[in-house]
């Protein structure tokens, strides 16, 4: 499993404390620090990913010192000149990385904003950059979206929260590995507390033994068939596919009195209709001669899959 490195802004710790620093550099190879009154923890942590990395590596050191808050990660952000020099390349060559003038390369990462009058970026998608040309410091640190769960996971406590989920998909033809596909689906979706909070959102979605249900189908799925599925169930249920990322729509079969739906094409796709729902959110659809609808409710989820 590859090893990552993060760098953790805690409190409730002094680097006087020698026994709690000592367990930590001892046990974890932590290094504590601090400047201008803020402490950091830089810690390497090894899973599949940077969130079940940083959750064994945060649990560990909770043990190790239970008077230690970690708070955030620092995003460690960086100006030309700390690129330079962690780099050891001269400011005019980072200006002409920053100005795109290595056009043999990937465009370089936009700036996460504006300090004074310099602008700044994320040190971990430089770096991520920097290793398309052998000068990158050799660490994996995680991605913007996986520091964004991690932060999210600090503040809601040592444990995620857990949702309990009723998973509906049919087998699609010559594709005998659904079933696989939607497990992947659903566990991503299970860990990332996006979902888990748009479906804390929406109540309605949950059966009578209280999970949650979702619907998940291929985009290439005609439409008619999900609407089937979902008159089925009776009341609103949680749909989600994959397209350029895993997108979820609380959707229910129900017709409002006296509304008059969007009829789909015949032959449309799940693809089909996300894209009609993006451009019309509060209309009806229905999928034609059977008269199946679908009533799309609250906002549209969409988030990447790893």
């Not at 939607?182 to 990332?192: D, F, G, I, S």
């Amino acid at each position: 499993m590859p090893d990552y490195e993060f760098v953790f802004v805690v409190d409730g710790i002094s680097l006087d404390d020698h026994a709690a620093v000592g367990a930590l550099t001892d046990e974890l190879d932590a290094v504590l620090s601090c400047s201008h009154g803020v402490h950091r923890m830089t810690v390497s942590g090894s899973g599949p990913d940077a969130v079940a990395a940083a959750g064994a590596v945060v649990a560990r050191a909770r043990t190790l010192a239970p008077a230690m808050r970690i708070l955030r990660l620092d995003p460690d952000l960086v100006g030309v000149s700390d690129i330079a020099e962690r780099t050891g390349r001269s400011r005019q060559n980072v200006t002409q990385w920053v100005h795109g003038q290595r056009r043999d390369k990937a465009p370089f990462p936009a700036p996460e904003g504006t300090v004074g009058r310099s602008l700044v970026w994320l040190w971990s998608e430089v770096n991520a950059w920097l290793r398309g040309i052998g000068l990158d410091d050799g660490e994996n640190r995680p991605t913007r979206a996986e520091a964004t769960e991690i932060d999210w996971l600090l503040r809601h406590g040592a444990r995620p929260i857990r949702v309990s989920l009723d998973v509906d998909f049919d087998m699609l033809p010559g594709r005998e590995d659904t079933p696989d596909i939607a497990t992947r689906l659903v566990e991503h979706a299970r860990h990332t507390p996006r979902f888990i909070e748009y479906l804390l959102r929406h109540p309605q979605v949950r059966d009578a033994r209280g999970r949650h249900t979702v619907v998940v189908c291929s985009p290439d799925d005609q439409a008619a068939a999900v609407f089937a599925r979902l008159r089925a169930h009776g009341r609103p249920v949680v749909v989600a596919t994959i397209t350029t990322g895993v997108f979820a729509q609380v959707v229910s079969a129900a017709r409002r009195p006296g509304s008059v739906p969007v009829e789909l094409p015949a032959g449309a796709t799940v693809r089909d209709w996300i894209g009609l729902v993006a451009l019309y959110p509060d209309r009806e659809f229905s999928a034609g001669a059977d008269d199946l609808g679908a009533v799309a409710e609250g906002d549209p989820l969409e988030f990447a899959s790893r």
